[in-house]
């Protein structure tokens, strides 16, 4: 069995391994969040999702990453977004606990993969704390507070963390995770939606980056929630016009997918990627 190396120190270095899981059995079957409350009576195209799912893996390998696609179960409707299972924070791979019923015992596959791949983990066994409301960038690793993660966890998290500073970020609890209002892109550049997060962690944000802002409409179409290749390459949606711009006219490749059906279920590019390594270009 092929040996993996983990290791993510920013969400900007250049993408090499990176967990995805096929929306095979995706659908709303319970409203856990807000765009869900909305798509529900519509429902989610399966076909359509799996496409879009397809070409998303595609222009990855594209680009020579390498995806790895946990199985599917029907019992998961939600196991596209595997950013909230686990996270990577230098050389530690981090297996949450889902907060959601509906979630749970999601977590069991990716353990298997990094048991059978000799990727040792470190199970976040009782705290709530899901991997959307985790961002890391060099010595710093922010956490966002929401009803899936705590800041018990968070306090957890540090004391495993000595080396790292630890900075907590509150935000209005709608928005389900941290990477749905905020995002770092580069050293010194990040997304944000304005107004949700809690002033002290806001003032700390405006100080050490120079913030995109994204716009109600687009924020509800996920403008946030890009993922980057590294190297100034970023993936986003079609949609989300005005923010893609602003991207392009600071240096960015911006490579638009659509995955409009995905995110129907509450969760873009980053939501539906657990990177395992990342390396420094």
């Keep these: 069995m092929q040996q993996h190396e983990a290791r993510c120190d920013t969400e900007y ?22 765009t869900q409350k909305k798509f529900k009576d519509e429902g989610i195209h399966i076909e359509k999702a799996l496409e879009q799912h397809e070409q ?3 222009v990855l390998r594209e680009h020579q990453v390498e995806v790895v696609l ?10 596209v977004f595997t950013r909230d299972i686990g996270f990577t924070i230098g050389s530690t791979v981090f297996v ?30 009782k705290d709530i704390i899901e991997g959307g409301d985790v961002i890391v960038d060099r010595n710093s690793v922010y956490v966002g507070v929401s009803n899936r993660t705590n800041r018990e966890a968070i ?36 997304l944000i939606f304005p107004g949700v997060i809690e002033d002290s962690a806001s003032r700390v944000l405006h100080e050490r980056f120079d913030l995109i802002e994204v716009s109600e409409e687009e924020q509800f179409t996920l403008g946030t ?9 970023i993936l986003s949606l079609p949609v ?19 995955i409009t059906e995905i995110i129907k279920s509450g969760g873009s590019f980053r939501c539906c990627s657990m990177p395992v390594l990342r390396k420094n270009s």
Excluded at 13 to 34: A, G, S, Y
Excluded at 70 to 79: D, G, I, N, V
């Design 13 to 34: 270095d250049v993408l090499k391994t990176v967990i995805l899981c096929q929306p095979d059995h995706m659908t709303i079957r319970e409203v856990i969040n807000e």
């Design 225 to 233: 929630n890009m993922l980057s290749l590294g190297n100034k390459k």
């Design 56 to 58: 998303f893996v595609k």
């Design 96 to 125: 949450a606990e889902m907060a959601n019923e509906l979630r749970q015992g999601e977590e069991g596959y990716l353990k298997k993969w990094l048991d059978e791949h000799g990727i040792s983990h470190f199970d976040l066994k």
């Design 70 to 79: 946990l199985p599917s179960h029907r019992q998961f409707p939600e196991q």
């Design 240 to 258: 989300n016009k005005n923010v893609n711009e602003k991207l392009r006219t600071r240096g960015y490749e911006v490579i638009e997918v659509d």
């Design 155 to 190: 306090h957890h998290l540090q004391s495993l963390l000595p080396e790292y500073e630890v900075v907590t970020v509150p935000f209005t609890e709608k928005y389900l995770h941290l990477d749905c209002v905020f995002n770092i892109i580069s050293p010194s550049e990040a």
